[in-house]
Nanobody, 121 residues
Framework: QVNLVESGGGSVQAGGSLRLSCVAS????????MAWFRQAPGKERESIAD???????HYADSVKGRFTISRDNADNTLVLQMTNLRLEDTAIYYC???????????????WGQGTQVTVSS
């Protein structure tokens, strides 16, 4: 069982940076692959970055080169460093962990409550 709590969201101008954190309690996150998702108004939730238990990271094309996912297993924390933010990055951001492959895509068992990121011009 894992409880996830995100923080670090807020309002920022385009071109700015934000750092999101996701603190886990319960099972150690070292056991799990973890990910960041986001959901913009009127759109489906999308996976933007994930990191395996071994530290291998993958990114959606929309954030590649601008966002960095990292994990600190000692602190049970997942981080998303976001730079050069764009208007289209406005969304609620969620962290998730403990995934399995279902019908060719990863599904995650545990989710945080989300944190709002708003990018303005």
């Amino acid at each position: 069982q894992v409880n996830l709590v995100e923080s670090g969201g807020g309002s920022v101008q385009a071109g700015g940076s934000l750092r999101l954190s996701c603190v886990a309690s319960g099972d150690p996150i070292s056991l799990y692959a973890m990910a960041w998702f986001r959901q913009a108004p009127g759109k489906e939730r999308e996976s933007i970055a994930d990191i395996t238990s071994g530290g291998s990271a993958h990114y959606a094309d929309s954030v590649k080169g601008r966002f960095t996912i990292s994990r600190d297993n000692a602190d049970n924390t997942l981080v998303l460093q976001m730079t050069n933010l764009r208007l289209e990055d406005t969304a609620i951001y969620y962290c998730a962990c403990d995934r399995k492959m279902v019908a060719g895509r990863f599904e995650y068992k545990y989710w945080g409550q989300g944190t709002q990121v708003t990018v303005s011009s």
